[in-house]
């Protein structure tokens, strides 16, 4: 999962950097014709991008460009079918023996047509990524926690009252700033914002006796407005989000220039409001502070330290911004918005037509349909996708998927049925589940595959879900295998004979009349969740749990037994003929 989730990170970071770029081209060639306002927020693009991947196809995209194949794909996914004898019949399950999980149902990697070395070596970088992401975003509230004790532990307690009263005076100028605090220290060098949601002005005592009232007034003015604007609150973000992408130097860069345009854009908010005299003393307050040493911390902002000659020069030709730049702006922003927020549009034209698709059977180019006489045995495993288990009309198994235009190229169906009477149906994702087109990211299903199952028993039915969803109804099965790895499946009223569940971070929810049929249930870091109509009136349930979570019935007159972090459980009704065996590993088990 730490993998699938780093190839994640590694396409948002590609996208962003991108969307960074044409952000950085748009201001170059644009300049003063855009509002300071512009010049800040346009960088948030960026930090949605990495944060939020927004699944809306435009063929305004400018992922279009490049995207090839991959965005224009059939959702005609190819399904091949092959009969032979390389499959051996199922082992049979002993009635009084609890069953375990098949082998064929435990989760693998996808197989994708990179070499082994490559996948060993991007496990190796993902944790690289994630020990250092970690440490990083924990020396980020250490460092925040330091700060904070070291501003208070510094604290003035000697200041003239006068500047309370201009601070004040300030504040009530401000909407919103009302209850607003600031704190005099030793420890800062310069002024700056600090906090979240009760944010302070913590402004350097030291530098008071440098100060003029009004040059003190307009730093004030100056840190207040950051606090309105919500500054503060977007540089936190932005700067842990920095973290989660360390490895990328662009995102660190386009993070520091939008620090620098929070400044200028605070600049032009406070001088609109201010006199002639003000402007100068806000001026002279920019370098006297900016002599000063600024704190070495990434989630503060400072007065006076960030591209002071630019910030200058700006204030100084404020009066030259053309007085179209606002509504140039506002279209301008709309514009990138949709080009570089949005994915891939697919090309329609592409679509296969049904006589280009290879498909021997008389179904539609997207069902596969086998006669289920010969069929004793189902084994399905799917990747990124959602399962649905229909009951089928006649005696016949049919087989259909529908998946998304951009995600398709991405997932291969394969359908086998050997000697033995095994039906293999195998959806993968070679993308391990999530897609790799420029234009498109999928983090969850993508894919839809439809079963239809016809109503006599089956013999074994086994079911693979990786990071895939699956509801199974009303079935009769004598034995039942299934296999989640971050899946989740939901068992309703099904007629079961045995019942082998082995789950990883999935969650397995089964509704039954009655508990009395073997089964054998392994959680780990999962959820099982089970609803019985009826106490059990002829098995034995055996229930070890290691730093689990377990939850029986209160009727229940089972014993229970603790060693160490191991909790057993063990309940006995009749002549116990049938076994139940629960192995709970950091997971969740609930009986009700």
């Not at 927004?54 to 279009?64: K, M, R, T």
């Not at 609150?233 to 520091?256: E, R």
């Not at 070495?296 to 179209?324: C, D, E, W």
Request: include cysteine.
């Amino acid at each position: 999962m730490i993998e699938q989730g780093f190839v994640t990170l590694l396409h948002l970071s590609a996208q962003a950097a991108l969307v960074g770029l044409v952000i950085w081209l748009v201001k170059a060639l644009l300049g003063r014709r855009l509002t300071p306002p512009f010049h800040y927020f346009i960088w948030l693009l960026v930090f949605i991008k990495l944060t939020v991947p927004i699944p809306i196809a435009s063929s305004w995209s400018l992922f279009n460009i490049g995207s090839g194949e991959s965005a224009s794909v059939s959702w005609r996914v190819p399904q091949v079918q092959s009969t032979g004898s390389d499959e051996t019949a199922p082992q049979d399950i002993d009635a009084n023996t609890p069953i375990a999980p098949n082998a064929d149902a435990v989760p693998v990697m996808p197989e994708t047509s990179q070499p082994r070395s490559v996948w060993g070596g991007l496990a190796l970088l993902s944790r690289i990524w994630f020990a250092v992401a970690s440490l990083s975003l924990v020396c980020l509230v250490w460092n925040y926690l330091r700060l904070k004790r070291n501003v208070y532990k510094g604290q003035a307690t000697e200041i003239d009252s006068i500047y309370e009263e201009a601070f004040a005076s300030c504040c009530a100028k401000s909407n919103g700033l009302a209850d607003a605090k600031i704190v005099f220290t030793s420890y800062a060098k310069t002024p700056f914002v600090f906090g979240f949601f009760e944010p302070l002005i913590v402004f350097p005592s030291g530098l008071l006796s440098g100060l003029s009232l009004e040059e003190y007034k307009a730093i004030v003015r100056h840190e207040a407005m950051h606090i309105q604007l919500h500054h503060h609150k977007i540089k936190l973000i932005t700067s842990a989000i920095s973290i989660v992408y360390w490895f990328n130097p662009f995102i660190w860069l386009f993070g520091k220039a939008m620090q620098n345009d929070a400044e200028m854009h605070c600049d032009n908010a406070v001088i609109r409001k201010s006199g002639d005299a003000e402007e100068n003393a806000y001026l002279q307050a920019m370098l006297k502070v900016a002599q000063h040493r600024p704190h070495n911390a990434v989630t503060l902002l400072h007065f006076g330290q960030s591209n002071l000659r630019r910030r200058v020069h700006h204030i100084m030709n404020r009066k030259s911004i053309p007085n179209y730049a606002f509504v140039l702006s506002v279209v301008l922003t709309i514009v990138l918005a949709i080009t570089l927020l949005t994915t891939a549009k697919a090309n329609n034209d592409s679509v296969a037509s049904p006589s280009e698709v290879n498909n021997d059977s008389a179904a539609s180019p997207s069902e596969t349909i086998f006669d289920a006489a010969s069929i004793n045995t189902v084994k399905i495993r799917a990747d990124a996708a959602t399962v649905q288990f229909v009951q089928a009309t006649d005696s016949k198994i049919t087989i259909g998927l529908d998946v998304r235009d951009e995600y398709a190229s991405h997932y291969t169906l394969e359908n086998k049925v050997t000697e033995a009477g095994v039906l293999d149906i195998s959806l993968r994702n070679t993308a391990g589940g999530i897609s790799l087109s420029p234009g498109a990211i999928s983090l969850g299903p993508s894919a839809i595959l439809t079963i239809a199952l016809p109503q006599y028993e089956l013999d074994r039915l086994d079911i693979s879900l990786n990071a895939s969803n699956a509801i199974l109804d009303s079935f009769t099965v004598a034995q039942l295998a299934v296999s989640l790895n971050a899946g989740n499946i939901e068992l309703v009223n099904n007629a079961i004979g045995a019942l082998a569940c082995l789950n990883n971070a999935g969650t397995m929810t089964m509704q039954t009349e009655t508990l009395d049929f073997d089964f054998d249930i392994a959680a780990n870091a999962g959820i099982i969740e089970i609803t019985t109509q009826s106490r059990p009136a002829d098995m034995h349930l055996h229930i070890k749990a290691t730093v689990g979570h377990i939850e029986l019935p209160s009727d229940w007159d089972y014993q229970e037994t603790s060693q160490l972090a191991d909790v057993q459980y063990d309940f006995t009704a009749g002549n116990g003929t049938h076994k139940g065996n629960i192995t709970c590993t950091a997971g969740s088990v609930i009986i009700k």
